[in-house]
């Protein structure tokens, strides 16, 4: 029996005592999207952006799910998304009882927040064939709402906005050709004011990693940013004309700071992934340089795109340690405003908001060999390590899934502790002196072979550690088998939730990490978690479904569960207290 078909059998009277429920109250004032975003310091009754609030917490406000009562947490209804390619990866929203996802292929759902009961449903039609050319797709991370729409990225270049209340299209603006270069959007858009704001996929792809900002009400490009070599400052730093084919990339959203109307973003890798060059990277190999702003958080300005200020996390990335983890927590601390960003390195970068100034670096994982520290007062990378042609020896570590993933950690500031997963592995690694590749082109430039394998200190293995945000220092850890791949959420009923790599959901005290609750959904998760308010009761919403470019590692690295696990079948299952 399939995961669809067991979930059907078991669940039945269950959907049609939820169907029969008090729905949300639709007479309501509405909210706005871009209000709760901007003055709320938790997600309340809402969850009305990809990151919770433009403080990217992911936590929310809500406790009639708590401590004391998270036992009595059961199933309340779900959903299954047609096509569900690759699983669920998506965050969903919710705003005024209503809950908002995407599936595969940007397929989008609106479904009753209390019965699940689909509102509306759109499916875009797609470039079939550009899509089954996709290395990354057919997925979708995730979407935002604003002006009375709701917006998707689709991985055949587009940025569709669909209006709220009858999922019917608005606008459906072409952004990118997609048949020359193979790269559309995979990750979520973000509302700022009266723009769209959405980043191109990958790094790994000849092209020059454009991020966009499009009028919210008529699908106008209005601005275009280039992660590569997108100022003449950032031009310098490639030698020659590899710019033209760089790489680059913002493909999971950043955040909005209103008090300097800034947008900080992460971008991703430069292109090829690695190249031959060792230590004399600075004036030879494919791409020479610093290679700006690739593996960088950037500031842009959201009215006109142009860049205020940046940090290059990783200057010449030569391992493939983005820093497209779209997560940017807001804080201030000790008189002084900070924002706190984690690296794919396994590495945690504090800035000052108004700069980008390194305030500190910490590290979250164990297993770090590509450099043998950051400089916490500078940023400073001390002792990297660079590849020639051939075999590297040791392995890299940590693997090119990172020590960090794109998913989300969680913030409580009722504790003031950060949630974070961390993943210890390495990989075997070749570098190969490719041809290079001078004009931008539906193909992949990695540079490389390499297998995952277990890091030197034992099993390949996950952890979820709760820590200050600013010093890294630990309070708790939960370690995992296996490297759990979602996002984290944290919420006022002092609990933390982690949705894991063998389909498990836990509950644990945010205070102590003490298991509270679990629940097993029979498949993995890749996606986000969200909690929210309808007809009164909070709910907790989590997509279930395997299937990632991370997760096709654990096959060779784990064997089961994963080697028998379905890649293509999925659902949002949706909690709530027993009655």
């Known amino acids: 029996m399939t995961f669809h078909e067991r979930y059907l059998a078991g669940c039945a009277a269950l959907a049609v005592a939820a169907l029969v429920t008090a729905s949300p109250t639709h007479a309501q004032a509405p909210t706005q999207p871009q209000e709760a975003a901007l003055n709320a310091e938790a997600a309340q009754n809402d969850w009305p952006t990809y990151h919770g609030t433009y403080k990217s917490y992911h936590y929310s406000g809500l406790d009639q799910i708590n401590t004391g009562n998270v036992k009595n947490l059961e199933v309340a209804w779900m959903h299954f998304p047609e096509r569900a390619t690759r699983g669920v990866q998506s965050t969903p929203l919710a705003l005024d009882g209503v809950l908002y996802y995407s599936g595969s292929y940007s397929r989008i759902y609106a479904l009753d927040g209390a019965t699940g009961k689909t509102i509306w449903a759109y499916a875009p039609e797609l470039d079939e ?150 230590a004399d990277w600075k004036k030879s190999g494919p791409r020479p340089g610093d290679n700006l702003y690739t593996t960088s958080v950037i500031a842009l300005d959201p009215d006109s795109g142009k860049l205020k200020f940046y940090h290059q996390e990783l200057p010449h990335d030569a391992w493939d340690f983005d820093s497209s983890v779209g997560e940017f927590v807001m804080l201030d601390r000790g008189g002084k405003k900070l924002v706190v960003h984690a690296n794919k390195s396994g ?187 309808a007809g009164g009761k909070q709910y907790v919403a989590v997509p279930a479904g395997w299937g990632s470019l991370v997760g096709d590692e654990f096959v060779a690295l784990f064997g089961e569960p994963f080697k028998s696990m379905s890649k293509n079948t999925g659902a949002l299952v949706v909690f709530a207290l027993r009655q």
């Open 129 to 278: 064939d550009l899509v089954s050319k996709q290395t990354h797709s057919p997925y979708n991370r995730g979407i935002a709402i604003g002006h009375g729409n709701l917006y998707v990225g689709t991985v055949d270049g587009r940025l569709i906005a669909l209006n709220l209340k009858d999922g019917k299209p608005v606008w459906d603006t072409k952004l990118l050709d997609s048949k020359k270069m193979t790269v559309g959007f995979t990750g979520a858009p973000l509302v700022v004011k009266d723009k769209v704001i959405i980043g191109a996929q990958g790094g790994e792809w000849p092209h020059r990693g454009p991020i966009f900002g499009v009028d919210g009400k008529t699908g106008q490009k209005k601005w275009e940013f280039f992660t590569v070599a997108g100022t003449e400052e950032a031009m310098k730093t490639w030698g020659g004309d590899s710019w033209r084919t760089g790489g680059g990339g913002g493909w999971m959203p950043g955040t909005y700071d209103p008090e300097t109307n800034t947008v900080w973003w992460g971008t991703a890798n430069p292109a090829p992934l690695y190249d031959w060059s060792g």
């Open 347 to 533: 590495y945690v970068f504090v800035y000052d908001r108004s700069n980008a100034k390194v305030e500190n670096v910490w590290p979250l994982v164990k297993n770090i060999n590509f450099v043998k520290s950051i400089d916490p007062k500078t940023g400073e990378l001390i002792g990297r390590r660079d590849f020639s042609e051939g075999k590297v020896d040791p392995p890299l570590c940590p693997a090119i899934m990172g020590g960090i993933s794109w998913n989300s950690g969680a913030y409580s500031p009722k504790n003031g502790l950060f949630y974070r997963i961390g993943q210890e592995w390495c990989m075997e690694l070749t570098v190969e002196k490719t041809t290079p590749v001078l004009e931008p082109m539906a193909q992949l430039n990695l540079g490389a072979t390499f297998k995952a394998v277990a890091p030197p200190d034992g099993p390949a293995r996950g952890h979820l550690s709760a820590r200050d945000p600013v010093t890294g220092a630990k309070k708790w850890e939960v370690n995992y088998k296996y490297p759990p791949l979602a996002s984290v959420l944290a919420t006022a009923g002092n609990l933390v939730f982690v949705p894991d790599a063998e389909g498990v959901v836990h509950a644990y005290n945010a205070d102590t990490g003490e298991e509270l609750w679990s629940r097993n959904n029979g498949v993995g998760h890749n996606g986000g978690i969200i909690s929210y308010m």
